[in-house]
């Protein structure tokens, strides 16, 4: 069973970084997937932020691009998030999923992290 | 990009079936046969319900179906229970190895 689990600070600093770690166990992050972070700011819908196939290939939304990086550590089994320049805007509940081929669903999501932006 | 357009909520009664839309434009939903839906309980994580329009993946209820029609998607849940009470959001492809939300329907149980 594929279990997928955020980290990272719950707070951040308005003009800081987010940066947010997503574990994978229960299956190869070099598996033929692709590993996506979408977020959800309280009380509102799911934004698709981006995606990094098990070669490292990334997709970002339009809207982000400028300020996202996703990376993965194959010896970690793990791939991460990075948002520079945020927010208060960018506070939401932040998951890390998998997206199997060729629908790229996402059929395994992480239980979620809130972070938030504040002084 | 604009969110994938759904309503805000609809309710239904044990037993009865319910359809939520999505409609997009002709360059996500009508162009591509990507679009999955995914239901949401308060505090958890979505779970995905259909992908491919109309795929389940296994150990979804075959009490929820998908289908399209030109650029709008729907998801029809019939038998309706009171444990399908959550927030619904479709998602399609939307070109340019991009993805989009609707975003998110109310499902309410009377």
């Known amino acids: 069973q594929v279990q997928l689990q955020e980290s990272g600070p719950g707070l951040v600093k308005p003009s800081g970084t987010l940066s947010l770690t997503c574990a994978v166990s229960g299956g190869s992050i070099s598996s033929n997937i692709w590993w996506s972070w979408v977020r959800q700011p309280l009380g509102k819908g799911l934004e698709w932020i981006g995606e990094i196939s098990h070669s490292g290939n990334t997709n970002y939304n339009p809207s982000l691009k400028s300020r996202v990086t996703i990376t993965v550590d194959r010896s970690k089994n793990q791939f991460s998030l990075k948002l520079r320049s945020v927010t208060a805007a960018d506070t939401a509940v932040y998951y890390c999923?998998?997206?199997?081929?060729?629908?790229?669903?996402?059929?395994?999501w992480g239980q979620g992290a809130l972070v938030t932006v504040s002084s | 990009q604009s969110a994938l357009t759904q309503p805000a909520s609809v309710s239904g009664s044990p037993g009865q079936s319910i359809t939520i839309s999505c409609t997009g434009t002709?360059?996500?939903?009508?162009?591509?046969?990507?679009v999955s839906w995914y239901q949401q309980h308060p505090g958890k994580a979505p779970k995905l319900m259909i992908y491919e329009g109309s795929k389940r993946p296994s150990g979804v209820s075959n009490r929820f179906s998908g289908s399209k029609s030109g650029n709008t998607a729907s998801l029809t849940i019939s038998g309706l229970q009171a444990e399908d009470e959550a927030d619904y959001y479709c998602?399609?492809?939307?070109?340019?190895?991009?993805?989009?939300f609707g975003g998110g329907t109310k499902l309410t149980v009377l």
């Open positions: 998602c399609s492809y939307a070109g340019f190895s991009t993805w989009i």
């Open positions: 002709s360059s996500d939903v009508g162009s591509y046969n990507l």
């Open positions: 999923a998998r997206g199997f081929l060729p629908a790229r669903a996402l059929d395994y």
